[in-house]
């Protein structure tokens, strides 16, 4: 499986992105995607994830009610819109999916898109 990631860049405070991150796969084939963020200096974090078979989505505290993890089956790709963005936004941001094959969970990562927010 192949993930790439696009969308990242530079913006002010209180600005917004859109990340993408487009599957060599179809994404109906996943378990579960997501977005995760690594700071400098600080261990990489879930920032977003949504279950394909529900639809459901999960936050982080730090970013509810400003990002939305979403997916397009018919594109292959996932998003997340970043809203009201802080400095402490800052960071790598990942997309990884999960697979189960029997009883094996497999992960996979993308090559990460670099987000600066500016005060």
């Known amino acids: 499986v192949q993930l790439v990631e696009s969308g990242g860049g530079l913006v002010q405070a209180g600005g917004s992105l859109r990340l993408s991150c487009a599957a060599s796969?179809?994404?109906?084939?996943?378990?579960?995607m997501g977005w995760y963020r690594q700071a400098p200096g600080k261990e990489r974090e879930l920032v977003a994830s949504?279950?394909?078979?529900?639809?459901?989505?999960n936050y982080a505290d730090s970013v509810k009610g400003r990002f939305t993890i979403s997916r397009d089956n018919a594109k292959d790709t996932m998003y997340l819109e970043m809203n009201n963005l802080k400095p402490e936004d800052t960071a790598v941001y990942y997309c990884?999916?999960?697979?189960?094959?029997?009883?094996?969970?497999?992960?996979?990562w993308g090559q990460g898109t670099q987000v600066t927010v500016s005060s």
């Open positions: 990884k999916v999960a697979i189960r094959v029997i009883l094996t969970l497999y992960h996979y």
């Open positions: 796969r179809s994404t109906g084939s996943f378990n579960t």
């Open positions: 949504i279950t394909t078979g529900d639809g459901n989505t």
